[in-house]
Structures are given as structure tokens and as C-alpha cells.
């Protein structure tokens, strides 16, 4: 099993500040995913990133894949308190199985 | 179906009975994932099935848990002898073929054992 390490675990922050999640593994992934999960939820893909050094932008949501393909970064610029949720990552590796990390949760204080 | 769909979505049993957790995954997805979440935790694999063969069953954490999937669609996971330590949410995700794994999940079978 591939080990998916995100930190922090825990990050609250004002409305309007921005930050950055990190995932790290020693494993090389084919491709890399981020999802949001809200409560009660399952987790919902944001975006998927396939090559290394990747950069994909979704509204305030930056993601970098990293050159050697174990790594990853998420920094959402100027949180909103609609951002909150728990952040996963997720590798693929192989035929198509899917590791997650151990996810980051994040709160936004209006 | 439009989504990935799980059964039952809440779960109430006493220790020592059987549960089985149903998955219902989008037509044409040939990949089915079965994870554990416990409370405010991350994902724990659990088993991953490419049609009806399961080439990764690493994750299930004892011989109690078990899972099955039939026609390359509908999938089962069976806890035996529940414990308390089993109570958590039980997600499932599909994925289709040619893709890059990308995960629709299901809301989940939240699994309480008293």
C-alpha cells in the first residue's frame, strides 16, 4: 500500500487569508487527484494532474504536481468559508488502484 | 444510474452479527473501490475490484470482512462477527476504464455497532 502523507491535518484560518496543503509520498503515482469532502458527503473530485511539474488552476485553487510525480500541493488564494471541508489526495498507481492521503481539514471563520 | 448508490445509508447492529453493505456503482465503470472512513479520519483502503477480480484485497483488516462484486457491477461487502471497532462509514467509488482512476463516490453506509 502507497503512503500519502498531507500536512497540516488541521489548518483554520480568517476569510481571506490564503494557504497551501501538502502531499508527499515516496511512491511514483501515474496521476494525482485532489477531492473535497463535506460532511455526510462522499468525497468530489477537483481536479486531476497527470505529468510532473503540472500546474492546473481552478478559480482560486492552484495545483502542482511534482516533477518527479510523488508529490503534490493545493493553495487556495483568499479562502472563503465555502472552502471548508476535508481535502484529500489520492495517487494512482498501477492498474488503476487509488491510494488516498490522510487528508487535511480545513475551516474558514467568515 | 446517475451516481455511484449505497445500501443501506445508516446501519444500527449489535456485536456479533453479520452486516452486508451494498454498492451499486455507475453503469460502465470497471473499477470499484471499497474504503473505511472513521470519524473526522482519512480514507482507509480497503479493496479495489477491476470487473469482477479483485487484484488488490490488501486493506480488509481481518478474515472477518469479505467482498464480492458479480456481472462486473453490483458489489457486496460482508463484515462478519461485527466488533465496535468496525463502526465507521464505509465509502464505495468507481472509476471508469482508460481513464486515470478518477473516483465517483457514493454517500456512504454509515455502520454503527453497538
Known amino acids: 500500500t502507497q503512503l500519502l502523507e498531507q500536512s497540516p491535518q488541521f489548518l483554520s484560518i480568517q476569510e481571506g487569508e490564503n494557504l497551501t496543503v501538502y502531499c508527499n509520498s515516496s511512491s511514483v503515482f501515474s496521476s494525482l487527484q485532489w477531492y473535497r469532502q463535506e460532511p455526510g458527503e462522499g468525497p468530489v473530485l477537483l481536479v486531476t494532474v497527470v505529468t510532473g511539474g503540472e500546474v492546473k488552476k481552478l478559480k482560486r485553487l492552484t495545483f502542482q504536481f511534482g516533477d518527479a510525480r510523488k508529490d503534490s500541493s493545493l493553495h487556495i488564494t483568499a479562502a472563503q468559508p465555502g472552502d471548508t471541508g476535508l481535502y484529500l489526495c489520492?495517487?494512482?498507481?498501477?492498474?488503476?488502484?487509488?491510494?488516498f492521503g490522510t487528508g487535511t481539514r480545513l475551516t474558514v471563520i467568515p | 444510474g446517475a451516481g455511484v448508490s449505497q445500501s443501506p445509508s445508516n446501519k444500527v447492529t449489535e456485536k456479533g452479527k453479520d452486516v452486508e453493505l451494498r454498492c451499486d456503482p455507475i453503469?460502465?465503470?470497471?473499477?470499484l473501490y471499497w474504503y473505511r472512513q472513521s470519524l473526522g479520519q482519512g480514507l482507509e483502503f480497503l479493496i479495489y475490484f477491476q470487473g469482477n477480480s479483485a487484484p488488490d484485497k490488501s486493506g480488509l483488516p481481518s478474515d472477518r470482512f469479505s467482498a464480492e462484486r458479480t456481472g462486473g457491477s453490483v458489489s457486496t461487502l460482508t463484515i462478519q462477527r461485527t466488533q465496535q471497532e468496525d463502526s465507521a462509514v464505509y465509502l464505495c467509488?468507481?472509476?471508469?476504464?482508460?481513464?486515470?482512476?478518477?473516483?465517483?463516490f457514493g454517500q456512504g453506509t454509515r455502520l454503527t455497532v453497538v
Open positions: 453503469s460502465g465503470h470497471t473499477a
Open positions: 467509488a468507481s472509476s471508469y476504464p482508460g481513464g486515470y482512476a478518477e473516483a465517483f
Open positions: 489520492a495517487g494512482a498507481a498501477g492498474a488503476n488502484n487509488l491510494f
